[in-house]
T-cell receptor, first 112, second 110 residues
Framework: ETGVTQSPTHLIKTRGQQVTLRCSSQ?????VSWYQQALGQGPQFIFQ???????GRGNFPPRFSGLQFPNYSSELNVNALELDDSALYLC???????????FGDGTRLSIL | QKEVEQDPGPLSVPEGAIVSLNCTYS??????FMWYRQYSRKGPELLMYTYSSGNKEDGRFTAQVDKSSKYISLFIRDSQPSDSATYLC??????????WGAGTKLIIKP
């Protein structure tokens, strides 16, 4: 069974740029959730995708957007990067509903 | 008030001790509770997943939910240096999102 994989592992960008982060879900899972984790804090929910549709969104501005593909992999796009966007971005996959979420190791995004 | 509160620690205990990690939550509608372990520079790893009140045991780990006091606990028996990590509690809110505590940093001293 293949777990959740994320790419790239680390990324450095400058303010105003755009970034795309990628996630491959665990085999058999049809739901992907994205979280932002600042240093020393718990993750914050960005949004969730279920069968290619956004299924819920946290308190993040529209410059955070996403996609889910027919194979249930997913992308997180962030436009107009700000210094505060520096964080670990985590992807989790699960079956639908309130099933356990399984996480990848994240992409560490640094904004200069 | 945060929806899930967790003492950030650090909590330092000697090897072999029983560890008790705790969270409180504010919304009595929360039903699903999880404990994750996170090593430095890694993603959270699911340890325990429980529904409603009661205890659940898995090896050296026991999760306990007390809905009357809105209190959840994770006990680790025979703690090992490899258990040193940050432990996060989480629950499902609306919109199928996980709501997290801040995490407790645990240090097991050999």
């Amino acid at each position: 069974e293949t777990g959740v994989t994320q790419s790239p592992t680390h990324l450095i960008k400058t303010r105003g740029q755009q970034v795309t982060l990628r996630c491959s879900s665990q085999s058999g899972h049809n739901t992907v959730s994205w979280y932002q984790q600042a240093l020393g804090q718990g993750p914050q929910f960005i949004f969730q995708y279920y069968r290619e549709e956004e299924n819920g969104r946290g308190n993040f501005p529209p410059r955070f957007s996403g996609l889910q593909f027919p194979n249930y992999s997913s992308e997180l796009n962030v436009n107009a990067l700000e210094l505060d966007d520096s964080a670990l971005y985590l992807c989790a996959s699960s079956l639908e509903g309130r099933q356990p979420q399984h996480f990848g190791d994240g992409t560490r995004l640094s904004i200069l | 008030q945060k929806e899930v509160e967790q003492d950030p620690g650090p909590l330092s205990v000697p090897e072999g001790a029983i560890v008790s990690l705790n969270c409180t939550y504010s919304n009595s509608a929360f039903q699903y509770f999880m404990w994750y372990r996170q090593y430095s520079r890694k993603g959270p790893e699911l340890l325990m997943y429980t529904y409603s009140s009661g205890n659940k045991e898995d090896g050296r780990f026991t999760a306990q939910v007390d809905k009357s006091s809105k209190y959840i606990s994770l006990f680790i028996r025979d703690s090992q240096p490899s258990d040193s990590a940050t432990y996060l509690c989480a629950t499902y809110g609306s919109n199928y999102q996980l709501i997290w505590g801040a995490g407790t940093k645990l240090i097991i001293k050999p």
